[in-house]
């Protein structure tokens, strides 16, 4: 990756740009993974495991073998790609199962579109995500199952052509409302086809994930071929030369843990995971004291997570020999402030391992910045644009600001989408010509990028921007506070920042927590709207705060005020 080249234009644009440049195979992405001199998986490796019975698992032989016979089911029983590509939807409505890949992989192989939504939402939640996908055919398993019966009931969804997806080991697929088995005859297989158009491979649409919807309703992401490829190219071939070159005995072993409906676990585990040659193993449902028992048991040695998982690895006091065989690991989803990042690094590899973060959206596939292999970084940066890729720094207006200065960060390359699935005012929104406007604000300094905020989160206290995640960072930073959030609240007819905190010992105190704050920050940046104390705080499944919720409190607590 290395620093960033800064290039400034005749029309006065400033533009960022990877100071690297790799010719990305033409390959669509089943191509790349199991029929490529580039992957690194062999016929017999193991590529997922059940964590909790690892005698459950795929290998890429019998991964490519049950992915040609459900791909077959999945095009002649249910239509699935029947009518050319890119318009039949597969939506997996389900927990960590090690079987999820060979979905995806038998959904792509049929000339079908992946979708997947969070194991946690609502039955109105999923209708209104079914109602934006119209799938053929959902997914669902036990801890899904009542929401989703309850959405078919609701909308009347065909009940054969729901799937159950169990744990008797295997491709353990039924229809849901007969119980009866899918027939995947070995006898009976569909391949995949080959694809080495650009074109098709930059237009294609392989897979639909949903936008976060912190600023509305989710919006679905439109996944290419060209994206999934170029993010494992890219991210993963200065990381396998490193390795050769440097820990050639070292095997690639992660723990699935981050929810596979997001953009994190689809591509670090349906992708990358087999790019690299590896081993997922995979947790049902997160939970942290088995995290740290998998973590020590299969040796994991490299694995990407979100900021709560790191304060819990940074603070938690049955944290030990957990992480010894730890080689490196990322952070993204939301910023790690640097003494956090330090701290948790500090529990990695015996100390050795380097803890870097990363930064991107499902609209950019996964990370778009990525530190070199071996480098460490301990300011706080989400490190280098990954090569091949463009940025830029814009203002309120959309001109962009000064080198070293702050503004909404622009994108563009080969792993940013082509924009959202049925939505043609999120993509005049979200474009500039083909710039992809994040949302989020950053800035560059020595090559590196540093996000602030979310454009729409920072707080403006008498014109000044606060942005909620460096007083985090700070609130953080105290022993004695276990986690931490802030928002925006009304007061003195201009926005305040306020504090909720989970307390990590009994006898913290709101004034000594708003002290620690006003020691450390800008006059402007004080805690001016309280302090509140609470048992935790709401978080999505990919670890980001739910800033929505505290404001929908804050609101409640300012009417029941009038």
């Known amino acids: 990756m290395g620093k960033s080249i800064t290039e400034r234009q005749p029309d006065g644009t400033v533009i960022y740009k990877a100071n690297r440049h790799l010719n990305i195979p033409h390959l669509d992405v089943l191509t790349l993974l199991l029929d490529s ?3 690194e998986a062999k016929p017999e490796s193991i590529l997922h495991a059940d964590a909790d019975d690892p005698t459950k698992h795929t290998t890429t032989a019998s ?7 459900l791909a077959h089911v999945l095009r002649h029983t249910y239509g699935i790609g029947r009518h050319g590509p890119d318009t039949d939807n597969v939506l997996a409505v389900t927990t960590g199962h090690y079987m999820l890949q060979t979905l995806f992989f038998s959904t792509v192989a049929a000339s079908g579109v ?3 939504a969070s194991p946690g939402s609502t039955p109105s939640e999923l209708a209104y995500l079914i109602g934006l996908v119209e799938p053929k055919v959902i997914v669902c398993n036990a801890d899904t199952r009542a929401a989703v019966e309850e959405t078919m009931r609701k909308l009347k969804f065909p009940a054969e052509r729901v799937l159950f997806l169990g744990d008797a080991g295997g491709l353990d697929l039924t229809v849901l409302a007969t119980g009866q088995r899918l027939d995947t005859s070995p006898t009976k297989t569909l391949d995949w086809e080959r694809i ?9 649409i392989v897979c639909i994930l949903f936008s976060s919807g912190t600023t509305g309703l989710p919006k679905g992401v439109r996944i290419s071929h060209r994206m999934m490829v170029s993010e494992s190219f890219l991210t993963l071939e200065p990381d396998k030369e490193y390795m050769r070159r ?11 843990h981050v929810p596979a409906a997001h953009i994190a676990g689809v591509q670090s ?4 995971v087999t790019y690299r040659g590896g081993t997922a193993y995979w947790m049902p449902r997160f939970d942290f004291p088995k995290f740290l028992d998998y973590m020590r048991k299969y040796k994991i040695t490299f694995f990407f997570s979100v900021p709560p998982i790191y304060l819990a690895i940074a603070k938690h006091p049955g944290v030990t020999d957990h992480f010894d065989t730890v080689e490196g690991a990322a952070s993204g989803a939301a910023p790690l402030g640097a003494e956090l990042q330090a701290a948790a690094e500090a529990k990695l590899g015996k100390g050795k391992a380097k803890l870097t973060q990363v930064w991107g959206l499902s609209e950019t596939c996964g990370a778009i910045t990525a530190m070199d292999p071996g480098e460490g970084e301990h300011t706080g940066s989400v490190s280098y644009l990954v090569a091949n890729h463009e940025a830029r720094l814009v203002d309120d207006d959309g001109k962009d600001v000064e080198p070293g200065g702050v503004g909404e960060v622009w994108v563009r390359g080969p792993v940013v989408t082509k924009g959202y699935w049925k939505n043609d005012k999120a993509n005049r929104d979200s474009f500039v010509g083909d710039w992809f406007c994040t949302g989020d604000i950053g800035q560059f300094r020595d090559g590196k990028l540093y996000i602030v905020d979310r454009k729409k989160e920072l707080i403006k206290y008498k014109g000044m921007q606060v942005a909620p995640a460096e007083l985090e960072e700070v609130l953080l930073a105290n022993p004695r506070i276990a986690d931490a959030a802030v928002i925006g609240v009304e007061g003195d007819g201009t926005e305040v920042p306020r504090a909720y905190v989970v307390p990590a010992t009994k006898d ?4 000594e927590v708003a002290r620690w704050v006003e020691g450390k920050v800008a006059h402007y940046k004080k805690l001016r709207g309280g302090v509140l104390f ?19 409190e804050a609101k409640k607590e300012q009417v029941s005020k009038l």
């Open 37 to 39: 001199k580039f992957s």
């Open 63 to 69: 991964t490519i073998q049950l992915t040609r016979q």
């Open 508 to 511: 913290l105190t709101r004034e």
């Open 246 to 256: 440097e820990k050639p005995g070292v095997q690639y072993r992660t723990l699935a």
């Open 114 to 116: 992946y979708s997947a």
């Open 196 to 204: 080495t158009d650009l074109r098709r491979l930059e237009n294609s």
């Open 269 to 272: 585990y349906f992708i990358n």
């Open 534 to 552: 609470v048992d935790a705080i709401p978080k999505s499944p990919a670890g980001k705060i739910l800033r929505k919720i505290l404001r929908e």
